[in-house]
């Protein structure tokens, strides 16, 4: 059984810095592209960061382009999203997720749909 286990997360100011990992277990993700999504209360769940299976290409959604780096450990099966001079519009349940029907990223790597495997979620929130 495949599991995402997420940690990370948590309370700060505007301005600060998270990290965000997630390890997968149960299967080997190393070919496969892996994302960020997030969801604030009321709205759905955004595209926020994608890696391909070799780490050497990614894509950000705009709103975190310059401010957030995502990259994996295919040896630790994990990924992780480093978050910098965050802002309040930045709270919200963050989400790693696996496309294991990609390994390069592919025109869906933003659509939560090309995704079947999720982490559990963590709350991140950006006090002003």
């Known amino acids: 059984q495949v599991h995402l286990v997420q940690s990370g997360g948590g309370l700060v100011q505007a301005g600060g810095s998270l990290r965000l990992s997630c390890e997968a277990s149960g299967r080997t993700f190393s070919s496969c592209t892996m994302g960020w999504f997030r969801q604030a209360p009321g709205k759905a769940r955004m595209f926020v960061a994608a890696?391909?299976?070799?780490?050497?290409?990614?894509y950000y959604a705009d709103s975190v382009k310059g401010r957030f780096t995502i990259s994996r450990d295919n040896a630790k099966n994990s990924v992780s999203l480093q978050m910098a001079s965050l802002r309040p519009e930045d709270t919200a349940v963050y989400y790693c997720?696996?496309?294991?029907?990609?390994?390069?990223?592919?025109?869906?790597?933003?659509?939560?749909?090309?995704?079947?495997?999720w982490g559990q979620g963590t709350q991140v929130t950006v006090s002003s």
């Open positions: 997720a696996v496309d294991s029907g990609h390994g390069e990223l592919h025109w869906t790597a933003a659509m939560a749909g090309s995704y079947e495997y």
């Open positions: 890696i391909a299976w070799s780490g050497g290409t990614t």
